[in-house]
């Protein structure tokens, strides 16, 4: 049996899960070149880069940290975290949550040859011209 869910559907479940992981009212602060994401409980969630460390052809590039991803892991599958609607559904809950017009994301995510053996990757991709990045 096949289990079909629209776009808005799949929206809403994340956006609910990262309400529940992080509270509803995240903030950020903003470094020289750095904004850092906070969860309501003041925990770096994700870092945006608007200089040095972001993607070619980037304004402000998103970097989902490495705990996060984990945390979130724990709750959808690995598969999921490396398609377009992810990147595009976790861009659109930070931007409507701190209005930083963010257009890039990067996160790591782990390719599994067997229960032991994983090789770390890294899925970089810009929104606004809807295509997969590179770094400069």
């Known amino acids: ?8 559907q799949y929206q809403k479940i994340v956006f609910n899960l990262l309400d529940t992981l992080y509270g ?8 020289e070149e750095i904004f850092e994401i906070l969860s309501d409980h ?6 945006v880069y608007t200089r040095a460390g972001k993607s070619k052809g980037c304004k402000r590039d998103m970097l989902v940290l490495s705990q996060t991803i984990e945390e979130i892991e724990r709750y959808l599958p690995p598969a999921v975290l490396r398609k377009k609607l992810f990147s595009t559904t976790i861009l659109s809950y930070v931007n409507e949550k701190t209005n930083l017009d963010i257009d890039c994301i990067d996160f790591p995510y782990r390719t599994y040859e067997d229960d032991e053996t994983y090789f770390e990757n890294r899925y970089r991709f810009n929104v ?9």
Not at 42 to 47: A, K, S, V
Not at 128 to 136: A, G
């Open 24 to 31: 509803p009212n995240i903030s950020f602060k903003k470094d």
């Open 1 to 8: 049996m096949k289990i079909v869910i629209t776009v808005s």
């Open 42 to 47: 003041g925990e770096e969630i994700f870092r």
């Open 128 to 136: 606004k011209k809807n295509k997969k990045t590179t770094t400069k």
